[in-house]
């Protein structure tokens, strides 16, 4: 199989060239550009995180602990999250992926597993949609995109290095046709699989409607006249008290949105 020189070399080759193609014809902003490139680059290592400790589990980790938190202050902000509590959220997310989720990776991953998949890069792909913050979702999808090619360069690689040549003939290793699949050889890795995939899709064609409706309500809430509200309702408190005012509206919007399913 390729080792890790060869596919971080091979998908940040790819994520220049995607970073370039989405300034020049799809006429995104650099700095998305920019970004695009790199998540293409750092993508190039995911599917190996089920191959235990080692290079690619900690910089993939060390990277994702990193990089996700500041990921999600814009996302944090977009739905009126106070500073205090941008500042705890974020502190959770880092010590949830770096210390949680490496644990989690390095008991329950088998090499060459459900991680070594189409499904897999799919599911990387739909995390970093919701990861991305902005109202584009042109250029949220464009990073998106961007992960799923990394990823899938990876087992396009995996799969090549599975061919070798032996004696004068072409001929197949062991190790083929395990990297490019739709389902692996565990029944309860597939159907945890695509059950992730069946709730990420879902929650990713929801995602933008909740955001917006979220902001309206907050909006409509503040921007109501003061004599409009009620005695325990009023703007002074709402100004007091954003975390109150935060929390209120996150479990109003969730509460319906159940309620309607």
Sequence with gaps: MANFKTHITASTL???GYGVAGYYWGEFPVPSCILAGGLCSISGMLPDLDSGPGVPLRESVAFAAAVIPMMLV????SVGMPGEMIILAGA?????VRFGLAELL???TVHRGMFHSLPAAIIFGQLAFLLSP???LNVRLFKAGAVVLGYVSHLLLDELYSLEWYKGRLRLKTSFGSAIKLLGGSMWANLSTFGKLAVLTWVCIREPNWVADYQQRIAQRQSRPAAEKTK???????????????WEEMARMWLQEWMVR
Excluded: C, H, I, M
């Design 74 to 77: 814009p996302r944090f902000e």
């Design 134 to 136: 902005g109202d584009d």
């Design 106 to 108: 390095k008991r329950y």
């Design 14 to 16: 790819l994520g220049a």
């Design 232 to 246: 325990t309702e009023n703007a002074s408190s709402d100004a007091e008290n954003p975390e109150q005012l935060w």
């Design 92 to 96: 959770a997310v880092y010590l949830l």
